[in-house]
T-cell receptor, first 114, second 112 residues
């Protein structure tokens, strides 16, 4: 149980385009979903926390207009990287939390902006 | 506090030996401490957690020790196997798992 999926697993895009990443909890309802970013050989950095039906809470230094988060249902959250640039290339990982339980992580999405 | 991006320290151990991975945490208010394993190109995988009111917890081949006096956490892996090779992250949980902050990882290399 407690499986989280992400789509796509890998995406390559041109600079200036927008990219949408989906995060789904497959067998549980996630009251809260989290988005992390991980650069090579570094730790996971929390970008934002989203609760179903409400606006996401962004960590300090994360631009909310650049990283749009939509948590439309209890099983789906999306992260849209708008006007992506090469410095946005990273490994994006989501996690989902069921009420009163732990965080379960997705497999990650590798974004490469050319 | 926020984790800082640094190059990962590496621990090399012989297959069959025990491994000890250490971590220093920063927030005295954290009520959960978690160890995750991350293989290359994958998301973190939960290994074991411990509540702040405990000092030791055992799982299958793994033991987590918590020393709140010096804000230190360790993960012991018994009889390390090649499949244990990965990056291990400690993390602090605030409000349970409401907010999880990752520490600096340690790369574990198991020598066959």
């Amino acid at each position: 149980g407690a499986v989280v999926s992400q789509h796509p697993s890998r995406v390559i895009c041109k600079s200036g385009t927008s990219v949408k990443i989906e995060c789904r909890s497959l067998d549980f309802q996630a009251t809260t979903m989290f988005w992390y970013r991980q650069f090579p050989k570094q730790s996971l950095m929390l970008m934002a926390t989203s609760n179903e039906g409400s606006k996401a809470t962004y960590e300090q230094g994360v631009e909310k207009d650049k990283f749009l988060i939509n948590h439309a249902s209890l099983t789906l959250s999306t992260l849209t990287v708008t006007s992506a640039h090469p410095e946005d290339s990273s490994f994006y990982i989501c996690s989902a939390r069921e009420q009163g339980a732990g965080q379960y992580f997705g497999p990650g999405t590798r974004l490469l902006v050319l | 506090g926020e984790s800082v991006g640094l190059h990962l320290p590496t621990l090399s151990v012989q297959e069959g030996d025990n491994s000890i991975i250490n971590c220093a945490y920063s927030n005295s208010a954290s009520d959960y401490f978690i160890w995750y394993k991350q293989e290359s190109g994958k998301g973190p995988q939960f290994i074991i957690d411990i509540r702040s009111n405990m000092d030791k917890r055992q799982g299958q081949r793994v033991t987590v020790l918590l020393n709140k006096t010096v804000k230190h956490l360790s993960l012991q892996i018994a009889a390390t196997q090649p499949g244990d090779s990965a990056v291990y992250f400690c993390a602090e949980g605030l409000g349970g798992y409401q907010k999880v902050t990752f520490g600096i990882g340690t790369k574990l290399q198991v020598i066959p």
